[in-house]
């Protein structure tokens, strides 16, 4: 069963933010600046000589609190903050960490009442949108650098992330991405080395999800197994990994991948040679890469789910359910896993089963458009016409510019006899892709089915200058 391509995006966020009732006036870049920097802050790590260890920034979130990138302190004894005006601050500990976003949130000792803090947004960002960052690259403090949100990624074990054009340099990890309103909407993760160009931020939402407890001294925070540790060169190699995976450049990703690990290969350098290798439909070896990822991190769901995800490319689909079945034991619910494992059980015929993976998939991310049209293809093969129409609305409201998908939901409509449905569908999906013959054939039929002969052989005559056989089918069904 063909798997159709998903753009992730939905459309209430889209109507969101196209239509909100009183959008707010973007604030001037000088004025952004100038009411933010106060709030931005180097953050230097010192380690057990006092030494500096390593540079970043940070921001305040309330009084007492600023929130910085977790690699900044990784191996650090002890540390301080440093405002725009040169005052400095000893970090008394960490309060909050999540190792997976890369995010510390630090306790500051004696910090004046009067300090602005950040606002932090909680919303949905748009690629396009203006975006200004301020941080200490090079150990330059309250540097300015503004630019757009370029791409919205998802990175295997690093998750969403903002892709940035804003000029980002060492020094700059920790930094906020401001908005035109000059409220946080990131925090700079990452600087790849092919180009300015390549620069990643954590979305605020992470940021929100912290949670603050005890505070934690620096040194037991570096003596946690779960603290970064890598050295420049590691560093550089991972870098150049994820900026040939970026690029779709898979052959070089899986290089860099093998280059990062060296002698020493981790479970997620393992699971990411695999993915690339799966890019490359090279899937015996990816394979025996995503084997070695399950023999290093038995406990990992993700390697898993790439062997089971090979293992359909294999069409060695009691393979497949097996790797997956363990994917759903170590991670139950997780929507991708659920997702694949409709799609073994559909290509064993097990119709059944397949239409209750898609099911769970969809309630863990019922805004995929995935899920939706799969479980109406489910639904289609076991003759539910009417769950089938029920289930590619939901994926046209998904995605509603997918021709194919408004071409399956016609082709479900006319199985039911609802012609209206039919026609108003092979409309959309021509107006999408107007050579698109096989959506002119299903407009045909339906004007056939509603008794409108006319407009059955306005579409015949569209239909011989793009597919003359379906032209001809369509005329002997308008005069049989």
């Not at 299903?442 to 032209?471: M, Q, T, W």
Request: proline fraction near 5%; charged fraction near 25%; include cysteine.
């Amino acid at each position: 069963m063909q798997i159709l391509t998903c753009l992730f995006l939905t459309l209430s966020s889209v109507l969101g933010a196209l239509f909100s009732e009183e959008p707010s006036r973007p604030i001037e870049l000088p004025d952004i600046v100038a009411a933010s920097k106060p709030g931005v802050v180097a953050v230097i790590a010192y380690d057990e000589r006092g030494d500096i260890l390593s540079q970043g920034s940070g921001f305040f979130v309330s009084n007492e609190a600023v929130v910085t990138s977790l690699h900044v302190l990784s191996g650090a004894k002890k540390g301080l903050i440093r405002l725009a005006n040169g005052t400095e601050f000893s970090i008394e500990g960490v309060v909050a960490d999540d190792v997976h976003a890369d995010l510390a949130m630090l306790s500051i000792n004696g910090v004046p009442k009067d300090v602005m803090p950040l606002h932090v947004a909680d919303r949905v960002v748009r690629e396009g949108e203006r975006v200004i960052v301020i941080g200490s690259p090079m150990g330059l403090e309250s540097s300015v650098s503004d630019g757009v949100i370029a791409a919205l990624r998802r990175l295997p074990e690093f998750g969403d992330l903002i892709q940035l054009t804003a000029a980002v340099s060492a020094g700059s990890s920790g930094s906020p991405v401001l908005d035109s309103q000059g409220q946080v909407i990131g925090v700079v993760r990452s600087q790849f080395t092919d180009g300015q160009a390549l620069n990643f931020a954590v979305p605020a939402s992470e940021i929100l999800k912290l949670s603050p407890g005890p505070v934690r001294s620096l040194p037991l925070l570096a003596a946690s197994p779960d603290a970064p540790k890598l050295s420049d060169s590691e560093r550089e190699a991972w870098g150049e990994a994820w900026n040939a995976w970026i690029r779709k450049d898979f052959r070089a990703a899986a290089t860099w991948f093998r280059k990062a690990a060296g002698d020493d290969p981790t479970a997620l350098s393992a699971f990411m040679v695999g993915e690339c290798l799966g890019e490359l439909q090279q899937w015996n070896e990816a394979v025996e890469a995503y084997r070695l990822a399950i023999e290093m991190d038995p406990k990992s769901a993700l390697p898993y789910l790439g062997l089971g995800k090979a293992y359909i490319a294999l069409r060695r689909f009691d393979d497949a359910l097996a790797a997956l079945k363990v994917a759903l034991r170590i991670k139950p619910g997780a929507a991708e896993v659920l997702l694949n494992l409709g799609i073994a059980y559909d290509e064993l015929g097990q119709f059944d089963h397949a239409i209750t993976a898609y099911k769970d998939s969809i309630r863990g991310e019922p805004n995929s458009y995935k899920g939706h049209s799969l479980l109406g293809l489910a639904y289609a093969t076991r003759e539910r016409w009417q769950d089938a129409v029920n289930a590619y609305r939901l994926a046209v409201r998904c995605e509603p510019k997918n021709y194919e998908l408004l071409y399956l939901l016609s082709m479900a409509c006319m199985h039911i006899k609802d012609w209206d449905c039919a026609i108003e569908a092979s409309k959309a999906a021509i107006a999408i892709k107007p050579d698109l013959a096989k959506a002119h054939m299903a407009l045909g039929i339906a004007y056939v089915g509603r008794g409108d002969r006319g407009a059955a052989l306005d579409e015949y005559k569209k239909l011989k200058e793009l597919h003359s056989e379906d032209a001809e089918r369509l005329f002997k069904l308008i005069y049989p």
